[in-house]
Nanobody, 115 residues
Framework: QVQLVESGGGLVQPGESLRLSCAAF????????MGWYRQAPGKLRELVAT???????NYVDSIQDRFTISRDNAKNTVYLQMNSLKPEDTAVYYC?????????WGQGTQVTVSS
């Protein structure tokens, strides 16, 4: 089994930054994809960014170079650096790990951007 533990959410003002972290524990494959998704109130969960173990990244267009995903393979940890946050970034952010045909999800961490 795999467990994902997220941290780093909170309440910030527009224009500020936050860094989310997600550590994976358990049976971690040598080949996997890690990423972040988010779900705003009343909306479907959407992809934010993904990163392969080799460091290839993919971002949703709306991020517009404000967010950066990275990972530490030795720690099985993925990060999401979020800069220039906007009120529309408010959502629950979920960590995801895909390996061997299975999806694993974290419990979610709330990010609220408000003045």
């Amino acid at each position: 089994q795999v467990q994902l533990v997220e941290s780093g959410g909170g309440l910030v003002q527009p224009g500020e930054s936050l860094r989310l972290s997600c550590a994976a524990f358990g049976s971690i494959s040598s080949i996997n994809l890690m990423g972040w998704y988010r779900q705003a109130p009343g909306k479907l969960r959407e992809l934010v960014a993904t990163i392969t173990k080799g460091g290839y990244t993919n971002y949703v267009d709306s991020i517009q170079d404000r967010f950066t995903i990275s990972r530490d393979n030795a720690k099985n940890t993925v990060y999401l650096q979020m800069n220039s946050l906007k009120p529309e970034d408010t959502a629950v952010y979920y960590c995801n790990l895909w390996q061997s045909g299975h999806d694993y999800w974290g419990q979610g961490t709330q990010v609220t951007v408000s003045s």
